[in-house]
């Protein structure tokens, strides 16, 4: 029978829900002119990749499209039906979108290993896409993590028709994944799975009980980091690969720009980045190295947007974020930005209004974007807090003081014992903690594991903004352990609000590349030079706590101490660590903030 179909389907409750299909269908067809689709659509449309792979696209255009138009292209891990939204949004907006597999991931043939490959196949990309009679030789790329990475790994191979890259939370290798400051984490298993196979994988990466129980059923039996991919039920032969490669080296390097590719970079560029975003060291990265080796006119066209954004938001803003709240001007429509620019760089339209100067960042507390000539300019003093003690900065209540005041000659110690058979701090962390930006949780659960300071309460208000930058000298009689520095404004109530944070492994305090063990009993200096960004209007009333502890967490790869190979050490290999932070004229260990004064 034509027309109609009557469809019964099998329910959990019974056979129920009768589904008129040739009524939908007919309805659908029978829709005014003025809801027509605004789009058409090209499905497994395949672009031959130099060695022969087919890369599969599905290409997006506006409805009708009769002259030929730039094309922008997300080019993914996570297979593109999952940015079927934003290729809409662009095809309805005047250009030709492209969503691509990458290269052994969704409907596109060869095998992924990431980071590997995208460079050459996002160059044969762009160069396909520029001789289709719907392009006008113009492309451009759009996306964040990895996809904003592999705009950059696109970019160092020079295509001829790139003409814009818009990166956002860019992943760099060998800074921030798949090792943070050479830190691993069990979180690399749970994006490889994400990234196993040619499915979407979608349910099982969002799970988060299941990767939570398994990173603490890691950290609880004391087992070796190495085998978490078989603790999760996923054998690994990148994550094993991985590890075999603990420090940035050539096979990172291989993956990134290079000092000569950056001077040679001409195409205007807009890097997006978040106070709270994952891969804030990533991007930063990116952008410092272009600022660093890029001639004066490519680095005049290098625009910079930092928001009070985690990671998602660097693509879709959100008020709060970790139970802080932001003022409704942080919630950027970056889609519209994103078409002013390409407009801009494609299309020979305005500059966006947004970008009033090369830097643009949003200052939390008097919640609005602020600008800047460049990175370095958002600062215009320094203020020095020293690290001081009073007998005992074991924990919040009794805790050390950072003032103005540098040490005296005599010396005076605080210090810490971290026992990383002791498993207090990983029990007591939540399996997903959605106040981790207000939580105080972590500092109240150092069970002795590192030490705590305070500010006095800020006289007037103070507008911080950029990197701090941490110096301490420290001895400890173990050959390596892992640090983490924290700092947090607390509140006039009592509430706490984090800022930024810094790691580093003890044997790579000199060099992230090469290691070298520290010597029992020596008073060395450590610099933590690694924290996060941040811009915050702290209030007349608060005060700056400084917490630095040794790192005992699920969520993060076990450093047993011993000055081995990490990822194969065991609760075996446990060698408790006793640090001593020393205070006097001749080791005096401070906390360097980035102010900014009207």
């Given amino acids: 029978m034509l027309g109609l179909t009557l469809r019964v389907v099998c329910t959990a409750a019974g056979w ?28 497994a449309v395949k672009i031959p990749a ?5 890369l599969n696209a599905t290409v997006f255009m506006p409805h009708g499209q ?22 809409v949004y662009f095809a309805k907006h005047g250009y030709v979108y492209a969503l691509v597999d990458v290269r052994g991931r969704g409907n596109s043939g060869g095998e992924f290993e990431p980071f590997v490959n995208e460079g050459k196949d996002g160059y044969d990309v762009v160069e396909w896409f520029a001789k289709q009679s719907y392009c006008n030789g113009k492309v451009t790329m759009w996306g964040g993590s990895y996809a904003g990475f592999d705009q950059w790994t696109v970019l160092k191979e020079f295509p001829p028709h790139l003409v814009t890259i818009v990166p956002a939370a860019a992943a760099h290798p060998g800074v921030d994944f798949p090792f943070q400051y050479n830190i691993f984490g069990p979180y690399d298993m749970q994006w490889l799975t994400f990234t196993s196979g040619v499915t979407g994988n979608a349910n099982l990466f969002g799970n988060g009980a299941f990767w939570s129980s398994k990173s603490r059923e890691m950290y609880m039996a004391h087992s070796a980091f190495q085998d978490f991919d078989k603790l999760v039920g996923n054998s690994s032969t990148v994550f094993q690969k991985w590890l075999k490669h603990p420090t940035p080296d050539a096979y990172y390097d291989a993956m990134v720009p290079n000092p000569d590719q950056y001077k040679r970079m001409s195409l205007p560029i807009l890097t997006v980045t978040g106070h709270y975003d994952g891969d804030q060291p990533g991007a930063f990265t990116f952008y410092k190295r272009h600022m660093q080796y890029g001639t004066a006119e490519a680095k005049a066209n290098h625009y910079l947007i930092i928001g009070p954004w985690d990671h998602a938001g660097t693509r879709t803003p959100k008020a709060e974020v970790g139970g802080l709240k932001f003022g409704q001007a942080s919630v950027l429509d970056l889609n519209k930005l994103h078409t002013e620019w390409y407009d801009w760089t494609m299309k020979d339209g305005p500059k966006p209004e947004f970008l009033k100067k090369r830097v643009s960042y949003y200052l ?6 602020k600008y800047a000539d460049s990175l370095e300019s958002i600062s215009n003093a320094a203020k020095t807090l020293y690290l001081g003690s009073n007998a005992d900065a074991s924990d919040v209540f009794r805790s050390g003081v950072l003032t103005e005041r540098k040490p005296g000659a005599s010396a005076v110690i605080d210090s810490w014992t971290y026992d990383p058979l002791d498993t207090r701090p990983g ?12 939580s105080q949780r972590a500092v109240l659960n150092l069970f002795g594991g590192g030490v705590v300071y305070h500010a006095e309460p800020f006289a007037e208000v103070v507008e911080i903004a950029g990197f701090p930058k941490l110096t301490v000298w420290l001895k400890m009689d173990v050959p390596d352990t892992d640090l983490e520095a924290d700092l947090y404004e607390i509140l006039p109530d009592g509430g706490s609000v984090a800022l930024a944070s810094a790691s580093m492994r003890a044997r790579y305090r000199e060099s992230l590349r090469e290691a070298k063990a520290v010597v029992a009993g020596k008073i060395e200096k450590y610099v933590f030079d690694n924290f996060t960004f941040f811009a915050r209007r702290v209030e007349k009333g608060s005060r700056l706590r400084l917490v630095l502890r040794s790192i005992n967490s699920a969520g993060a790869e076990k450093n047993y101490n011993s000055g081995g190979v990490v990822a194969s050490e065991t609760g075996k290999d446990a060698k408790t660590a006793h640090v001593t932070l020393i205070h006097d004229a001749e080791h005096a260990s401070a906390l360097e903030l980035p102010v900014a004064k009207p």
């Avoid at 130099?50 to 087919?54: L, N, T, Y």
Wanted: hydrophobic content about 35%; overall charge negative.
């Fill in 427 to 438: 029990s007591a962390e939540p399996e997903d903690d959605g106040n981790s930006l207000t």
């Fill in 50 to 54: 130099r060695d022969g792979v087919k």
């Fill in 364 to 369: 939390v507390g008097a919640e609005e974007w």
């Fill in 66 to 87: 009769k002259e030929p138009l730039p094309v922008i292209f997300t080019f993914t891990p996570y297979i593109g039906d999952s940015y079927t939204d934003r290729a």
């Fill in 16 to 43: 129920a829900l009768p589904i008129l299909l040739g009524t939908a269908m007919a309805s659908a067809q029978q829709k005014p002119a003025a809801e027509e689709p605004t789009i058409d659509m090209q499905w």
